[in-house]
């Protein structure tokens, strides 16, 4: 028996929590398009024969702008340094940035093993794939292991395991056969209502949304959830919960259907949102929150 921890790494947005939930084949973490979604360390297990791969998906690394940024940064940081391999992660369909160079830097800093992954080649003509080899070896280095992919349809995501599986270094499994992700169920359902928000809502209220679960009672036929929703700003607030009420009640539909689904129980969900003024630079709430800094 073998398994290892493999790392996903990479600037915010490139599909990297796309390319988890593909490989594991389950929703574990949720996927949007603004930048920042993943503030936490996620694992996704696969087991395949005596193998067994612990995906670890981590928050897209960038430069602070609050302590949530430091908490998200720092959580992707010590990744690096704790896996068997990593996979950096580039979004191929756009120039690599100062971001990715950003990125690039902290993973060699690290010792660890690493393949590159250029996403989104749906986007690419065969050419345009071939310059972007050549765009990388310019500007982050001569890396062996290239793997081109399109997670969001999980085509080419095989290649991960073959190229992989020489990485996995413990002789024994982490996780119980049955298992494909270590977080809590209260963790999914509250990770399911900020995508719900975050799918709904944009500019700065994505990066402002915190969410809470205060209270949970289980029935034998139905299990309640209030749930605080907390924004920076009296103006967010009302966005959110929309005219007479309108999105806040879309965004419980949606995130109670996917609930329901997961646990296979029916599911009241109370949402409540609530004004925690410049809760980002908050480091009493963030530890609250579980958003924890380690440095300060
Ligand atoms: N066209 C295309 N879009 C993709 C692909 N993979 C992911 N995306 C889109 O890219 C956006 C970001 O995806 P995520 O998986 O949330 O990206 P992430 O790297 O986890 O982002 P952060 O958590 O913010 O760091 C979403 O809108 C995805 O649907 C792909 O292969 N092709
Ligand atoms: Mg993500």
Partial sequence: MKSGFIAIVGRPNVGKSTLMNKLVKEKVAIVSDKAGTTRDQIRGIVNIQDNQYIFVDT???????????????????????????????????????????????????????????????????????????????????????????????????????????????NDIWFYPEDYYTDLPVNKIVVETIREKILHHTKDEIPHSVAVEIINVETKPNIRKYDVNIYVERDSQKGIIIGKDGALLKKIGIEARREIEALIDLKVNLKLWVKVKKKWRKNKQFLDEMGYKIKKK
Avoid: Q, R
């Fill in 59 to 169: 928050p897209g690394i960038h430069k602070p702008k609050h302590l949530l940024g430091e908490h998200m940064t720092e959580v992707a940081l010590e990744t690096l340094n704790d896996v068997d391999l990593i996979m950096f992660m580039l979004d191929g369909s756009v120039e690599i940035s100062t971001g990715d160079i950003f990125v690039s830097e902290h993973i060699k800093e690290a010792n660890t093993p690493v393949i590159v992954i250029i996403n989104k080649i749906d986007k690419l003509s065969d050419e345009e794939i071939e310059e972007k080899k050549l765009e990388i070896k310019e500007k982050l280095g001569d890396y062996e292991n290239i793997i081109t992919l399109t997670a969001e349809y999980a085509i080419g995501i095989h290649k991960i395991f073959e190229v992989a599986e020489p990485y996995l270094s």
